[in-house]
């Protein structure tokens, strides 16, 4: 099924391609390879997505963005079996817009410049890529329901709303505001972190504080390198090389020791650790994207907030004075 608001000859520039939700990382990488034929300038959005920067190659191909969106598609159906959902138009925001309104199992959403404003209006504030739907909620909570109607909202209102940076950005993206160029980005890879102990180990105790210092160093890694990560891997090691895997994902993207901590004492629980010798941890972060990628969902947590505020203060102590100086008790317990 294919869609569009606009006439084929109107040309947009980005193009936002969605793909089925668990497509295989081998049949994800081959899809970026299909995009990049058709462009040089593509940036991936693992683990389903990818913008496609277009204006170039429309010049190149001699033809408009929907027709290059249909050769995309037909490509993707004939060599790899798998449909997409293309948006198209003049920023990752209406372009990421419309790949989402597209239904599936895929098809094409074009809109022009000169229409987006008309666009987006209308659509219920939550289709606005980038509004999660916690921000959504309280958005809707003040009567605003639609796009249109945050778009004519005080944007100085919209920052008491929501917060400060992530208020400028629905204010400014609700009017068509998005800068943001498409930046060439190959599938980022995995940061993980591990320890190995000494001797065999059966005191769980031990083990939960040995996790946590691997928590710590993945959060501050991952913050270093402005990403954060959508999944984490735990990976018990045992006596006689025997190992225990498994992965899930996080609520919302995120390198905050909080949210990593949590998911991290989740996997250990699902191991159901008895008597098990154990001779190693390994804590991997899967499915990394750019920290600026992630929607910045409001937080009614007081604690929470000052948690965040306190862990900014102790990355700046750590990066003054090095990583030992300062962390969680039990990590300095295990430590001495």
Known sequence: MTTSAVTPDQVSTIMHVRCPDGLPEPAYRQLLELMAELSPIVQALPP???????????????TDARRLGEILR?????????????????????????????????GILAVAPGEA???????????????????AAVLRDYGIHCVGLLAAVPPA?????????AGRIAADRARGIDPRPVVPRALPPAASVRCRFERHVLDGATVRAALLELVVRLGRQLRRRDQVAR?????LTFAGNTRWEKTRRLVEPSAHDDDLRTLAYQLMDAAGLQRGRLTGLSLRGEDLI?????????????AR????????????????????VIGPAAVFRRAS
């Open 290 to 302: 750019g920290a600026d990628q992630a929607a910045e969902q409001i937080s009614l947590d007081d």
């Open 74 to 106: 037909i490509r993707s159906l004939s060599r790899l079996g798998v449909d997409v959902r293309v948006g198209i138009g003049p920023t990752i925001t209406v372009a990421a817009t419309a790949s989402a309104q597209v239904p599936s199992p895929g």
């Open 117 to 135: 404003d008309d666009w987006l209006g209308p659509l219920p504030v939550e289709a606005l890529h980038g509004i999660g739907p916690r921000q």
């Open 231 to 235: 999944a984490l891997t735990l990976t």
């Open 157 to 165: 209102t919209v920052h008491r709303l929501l917060g400060g940076r």
């Open 305 to 324: 907030e000052a948690r965040l505020v306190a862990e900014t203060v102790v990355d700046r102590v750590r990066d003054k004075f090095g990583a030992g």
């Open 48 to 62: 389903s997505a990818a913008v496609v920067e277009l204006k170039g190659a429309l010049r190149y191909h001699g």
